[in-house]
C-alpha cells in the first residue's frame, strides 16, 4: 500500500470501533479521516477541538465553506443540527467526561500505553495543544497512526519523547493490526494478513502477546 492508501485503511478500520450514540473526537491529520467512513445507520457525534459538534465527511471539490474546517484547519462538512461555539464551552465538554472516544495520531506510544504525540525533535511547536486534555477526558483512546517511521518503530517499550499523557492510551490501529494496551502487555488483536506474525513483532520495539483468537483485520 502507499502512503495515502495505508492512511485511508487505518482510518475505516478505526471507524469499526465506533458505537451508536458516541460522542468522539477526532485528532489533527489522519485521524481526521475517519469522518469518511463512519458506517451507514450509526447515530455519531463528531466533536471538533476547534468548536463544533456535528462534523461531517470532507466536503466536494468546490463545495468548500472556508468558515467551516477542523482543529488542522481542513475543510470539512457539518450535519444538520451540528452547533459552533468557543473553546470554553469545547473543552467543557472534553474536560467534563463528555466525549466517549478520542482518536489521535502519535510518534510514539509504549507498553505501558503512554503517549507522545507533540515534541518534534528539531522542530519548533507551541505546545501540546487541547491533546493533554482530550487523553484524560474521554473515555477511550484510540491511537491511529502508521506502524513505523521511515522503518523506525513507533511502538516501543519505553516513549523517549516528552509524554502528553501516562497510561492513558486504550487502543492502538496501525496498518499492521489492532493492538490493545493491557495491563499484562500489549495485545495484538487482528492482524492484516499482508504480513505476517514476525513481520509485526519486528516492527514493533515492545513484545507483542499474540491472542489466542487472533482475527484478521477487516475493513
Not at 15 to 25: I, R, S, Y
Not at 56 to 81: C, L, M, R, T
Request: hydrophobic share 45%; proline share 5%; net charge negative.
Amino acid at each position: 500500500m502507499d502512503k495515502e492508501s495505508i492512511k485511508d485503511f487505518i482510518a475505516k478500520r478505526v471507524a469499526k470501533e465506533l458505537k451508536d450514540g458516541d460522542v468522539v473526537n477526532l485528532g489533527i491529520g489522519l485521524p481526521t479521516l475517519v469522518a469518511n467512513y463512519i458506517p451507514k445507520g450509526l447515530d455519531i457525534t463528531l466533536q471538533s477541538e476547534n468548536g463544533f459538534v456535528g462534523l461531517g465527511p470532507a466536503p466536494e471539490p468546490g463545495k468548500e465553506q472556508k468558515d467551516v474546517v477542523n482543529a488542522g484547519g481542513q475543510p470539512v462538512s457539518i450535519h444538520a443540527g451540528g452547533a459552533f461555539f468557543d473553546s470554553s464551552v469545547s473543552f467543557g465538554i472534553i474536560r467534563g467526561g463528555h466525549v466517549n472516544a478520542t482518536i489521535l495520531g502519535a510518534l510514539q506510544v509504549d507498553e505501558k500505553g503512554n503517549l507522545a504525540n507533540w515534541k518534534i525533535p528539531g522542530k519548533m511547536v507551541p505546545g501540546m495543544g487541547g491533546a493533554m486534555d482530550l487523553v484524560v477526558g474521554a473515555k477511550k483512546v484510540i491511537v491511529a497512526m502508521e506502524h513505523t517511521a521511515k522503518g523506525s518503530p513507533k511502538i516501543l517499550k519505553q516513549c523517549n519523547l516528552p509524554l502528553t499523557a501516562a497510561g492513558e492510551v486504550n487502543l492502538i490501529i496501525t496498518e499492521m493490526g489492532v493492538i490493545e494496551v493491557t495491563s499484562q502487555g500489549l495485545l495484538l488483536k487482528e492482524i492484516n494478513p499482508e504480513f505476517s506474525i514476525e513481520e509485526v513483532q519486528k516492527a514493533t520495539e515492545a513484545a507483542l502477546i499474540i491472542s489466542e483468537d487472533l482475527k484478521q483485520m477487516a475493513v
